[in-house]
Each structure stands twice: as structure tokens, then as C-alpha cells.
């Protein structure tokens, strides 16, 4: 059902550096913004990035965004314990006229 | 700050009607680009978007679900309520309400969410 397309899974050892790349159309990221959130097991989805490559007050600049033609990425450096999560990416969707969300990618820190 | 909650049964029968309240503060939806939005994630699954209301009563929904949805806002109240109805086992889901920032088209903060089976 999801129309944006995540890998399912990324791993890397603390301190090392993973990307999460989100595939969508030139109906979503090819025309909107891309948001990234982080749900950490049990718990709520969180805003990571915004506006592609904008991260909230509090959010720490080691998680940054980038946006490509119809295709974004969201990074991850000095990867910790506590990263380990659920990252998904989200656009709104002009031909759906909705929302649509990513696949969902976990993070695993070895 | 802005916090939002979830309210609404925990166990629904199949066919009947689940409504949902989300109430929140922080924020008002009388204010300009100010939005609710409605996001369900199923056991083990991804997440699902489900509705939208703007400030000025703008309604948004799922394609696939529009025909068993309905949003609306009391903006006296700080609250927005969800309507599915004919509700099926697979709707069983956590179900979570958010801010939605209409200038930044993102969801910047969000309810615990509340957990919803469908079972007789």
C-alpha cells in the first residue's frame, strides 16, 4: 500500500555512517517536500527532517536530509545504540491528493 | 508546546462504527495553516495515512478508505474526531493523530496513539 519505496533493512557498527534512500514519483518527492521520522520501538513517530534537509530544534545534526529529482535519502553519522529504529519517509502526493508514506526502513546497530 | 492525544475504544466489533477523538493544546485549528491529521500503523507494519482537516475545514483522505471516513473539528473544544465505519479485522491498528504544519507540509508532533481490535 505504501507508495514510497524504503530499503527494508540497513545495519552498521557504533560510530559508522548509514543512508536510508526513499524512492517515490514526480507526483511526491519529485514535486514535494520530504519529511523523515523515527519510531523507536514501542513509541510514537517522531519528526527527524522536514522541508527535505531541515531538522527541528533538538534534533541533532547528526541525522541530515537531501533530496534528488523523485528520490531522497536521509543519513545517519556516529551511529549509536539508541538509533536503532524505524525510519520512514513521507511526502504528500498531488495525483492521490493525500499523504503517502515510506516502506519503513530498520536500523540495526551491530 | 504542542500535545495531541488519542481517545476511543480499544475493541471493536466487525461492521460497526469506530470513532476516535484526538485533543489537543498547544495550537488552534482556527489559526492559519494549522492541521489535524489521522495515521494508523497495523501489528509489525508500516505506517497509513487516513485523513487530514485544515484550519479552514479543508478535508483530506485516503483514496482507498474515503468511502468509510469522515473528519471533523470542534475547534471550541481543541478537538478533532475520526469516523471509519464498517469496520473490519483488518483495521486493527494503533491509531495516532498529529499536528500537521500546512506552511512545512510535515507532521511535526504527535499522539501516543491508542490501539484499536477489531474482533468479535
Known amino acids: 500500500q505504501s507508495v514510497l519505496t524504503q530499503p527494508p533493512s540497513v545495519s552498521a557498527a557504533p560510530g559508522q555512517k548509514v543512508t536510508i534512500s526513499c524512492s517515490g514519483s514526480?507526483?511526491?518527492?519529485?514535486?514535494?517536500?520530504v519529511s523523515w521520522y523515527q519510531q523507536l520501538p514501542g513509541t510514537a513517530p517522531k519528526l527527524l527532517i522536514y522541508?527535505?534537509?531541515k531538522r527541528p530544534s533538538g534534533i541533532p545534526d547528526r541525522f541530515s536530509g537531501s533530496k534528488s529529482g523523485t528520490s531522497a535519502t536521509l543519513g545517519i553519522t556516529g551511529l549509536q545504540t539508541g538509533d536503532e529504529a524505524d525510519y520512514y519517509c513521507?511526502?504528500?502526493?498531488?495525483?492521490?491528493?493525500?499523504?503517502?508514506f515510506g516502506t519503513g526502513t530498520r536500523v540495526t546497530v551491530l | 508546546q504542542i500535545t495531541l492525544k488519542e481517545s476511543g475504544p480499544t475493541l471493536v466489533k466487525p461492521t460497526q462504527t469506530l470513532t476516535l477523538t484526538c485533543t489537543f493544546s498547544?495550537?488552534?485549528?482556527?489559526?492559519?495553516?494549522?492541521?489535524v491529521g489521522w495515521i494508523r500503523q497495523p501489528p509489525g507494519k508500516a505506517l497509513e495515512w487516513l485523513a487530514l482537516?485544515?484550519?479552514?475545514?479543508?478535508?483530506r483522505y485516503s483514496p482507498s478508505l474515503k468511502s468509510r471516513l469522515s473528519i471533523v473539528k470542534d475547534t471550541s473544544r481543541n478537538q478533532v474526531v475520526l469516523r471509519m465505519t464498517n469496520i473490519d479485522p483488518v483495521d486493527t491498528a494503533t491509531y495516532y493523530c498529529?499536528?500537521?504544519?500546512?506552511?512545512?507540509?510535515?507532521?511535526?508532533?504527535w499522539g501516543q496513539g491508542t490501539p484499536v481490535t477489531v474482533s468479535s
Open positions: 522541508e527535505n534537509d
Open positions: 498547544g495550537f488552534s485549528l482556527s489559526t492559519n495553516a494549522m492541521g
Open positions: 513521507g511526502s504528500w502526493d498531488r495525483s492521490l491528493n493525500a499523504e503517502v
Open positions: 514526480s507526483s511526491n518527492i519529485g514535486y514535494y517536500y
Open positions: 498529529a499536528h500537521r504544519d500546512g506552511d512545512r507540509l510535515t507532521y511535526d508532533s
Open positions: 482537516i485544515y484550519w479552514d475545514d479543508d478535508k
